[in-house]
């Protein structure tokens, strides 16, 4: 079955300790990226990475990092979360040619808690 | 710059009334893509449509429809004969431009409360 899989799924942590989101697609998709989405403000974009070693800023990177060592694996990296971190995170991977324009499969979320 | 606006945050309706989501969106690229997605209450997001800035058809698929006006930089979503399933929050989407960006825009979208 074709999917993006992030995990964990739910975490409660606490400020300063550091944390990696995973999130892995089987589809061989290209593009992948990160949101988060908040009341209010909707999804907003943090890092996207057009292919391996090919990654950029989104809207929102302040406090996290990435990396895209393997095309199918794009883990959200926050080295010293914050509470303003708390969020619901998605990961999602796109198909098509780097420039190719299609839709956006989403993984299924990460409720993130920093207390 | 771009940017993707649904002003309706909140919406209730009585199963089988008719209601429309509305999406304006600003962009100064003369080809891009819009697109909407669902988000039911279990959190996952379902892609709904794309339409790219050529296509200015109408799309019907059973008792969704889509009307994208450049005209008007709208790309409202009506749903027919709503039911409780339709209960969701709704985002519209924008992107990415041809500019180079490889960004998609979300609204904040609307919430969908559809009564039984």
């Known amino acids: 079955e074709a999917q993006v899989t992030q995990n964990p799924r739910y975490l409660i942590t606490v400020t300063g300790k550091k944390l990696t989101v995973t999130c892995s697609q089987n589809m061989n998709h290209e593009y992948m990226s990160w949101y988060r989405q908040d009341p209010g403000l909707g999804l907003r974009q943090i890092y996207y990475s057009m292919n391996v070693e090919v990654t950029d800023k989104g809207d929102v990177p302040e406090g996290y990092k990435v990396s895209r060592k393997e095309k199918r694996n794009f883990p959200l990296i926050l080295e010293s979360p914050s509470p303003n971190q708390t969020s619901l995170y998605f990961c999602a991977s796109k198909g098509g040619t780097s420039g190719g324009i299609g839709e956006l499969f989403f993984g299924e979320g990460s409720r993130l808690t920093v207390l | 710059a771009q940017k993707v606006t649904q002003a309706q945050t909140e919406i209730s309706v009585v199963e089988k009334e008719d209601v429309t989501l509305d999406c304006v969106y600003e962009t100064r690229d003369t080809t891009y893509y819009l697109f909407w997605y669902k988000q039911p209450p279990s959190g996952e997001l379902v892609f709904l449509i794309r339409?790219?800035?050529?296509?200015?058809q109408n799309e019907i698929s059973g008792r969704y429809s889509w009307n994208f006006q450049k005209s008007t930089s709208s790309f409202n979503f009506t749903i027919t004969a709503s039911q409780v399933v339709d209960s969701a929050v709704y985002f519209c989407a924008l992107g990415p431009s041809t500019s180079g960006t490889y960004k998609y825009i979300f609204g904040t979208g609307t919430r969908l409360k559809v009564l039984a």
């Open positions: 339409r790219n800035s050529f296509d200015e």
